[in-house]
């Protein structure tokens, strides 16, 4: 199983970066799939889970409004658009397979190497 992220950079608050998650090695549209960041200092924090059709997305407070999870089955690929960034949003994202069907997810058994995202003027 892979994972792998892409996307990240540095951004001014209010701007948008747009992240990805290639994977590889499992039956994609079979699984929720899952976003999770880590800020500097701090543990991870979930963000958001789609389930996989794709037809339910389930968001974190902190994000609502402001993010959209996606994926498409036929590239097994997963998406997060992120818009109106702030400074706190300052942390590695990382893609993640849950490890059940509960939102939000209490495990992963795989996960990405992450995408630095950095919000700053």
């Known amino acids: ?37 880590q800020a500097p200092g701090k543990g991870p924090e979930w ?6 059709g794709g037809l339910h997305t389930y968001y ?19 998406t997060l658009q992120m818009n109106s960034l702030k400074p706190e949003d300052t942390a590695l994202y990382y893609c993640a397979r849950p490890r059940s069907w509960r939102v939000p997810p209490l495990e992963y058994d795989y996960r990405g190497q992450g995408t630095q995202v950095t919000v700053s003027s």
């Open 47 to 52: 963000v958001s889970t789609i389930t996989a």
């Open 1 to 37: 199983v892979q994972l792998v992220e892409s996307g990240g950079g540095m951004v001014q608050p209010g701007g948008s970066l747009r992240l990805s998650c290639a994977t590889s090695g499992f039956t994609f549209s079979e699984y929720y799939m899952s976003w999770v960041r």
């Open 60 to 78: 974190a407070d902190s994000v609502k409004g402001r993010f959209t999870i996606s994926r498409d089955n036929a590239r097994n690929t997963l």
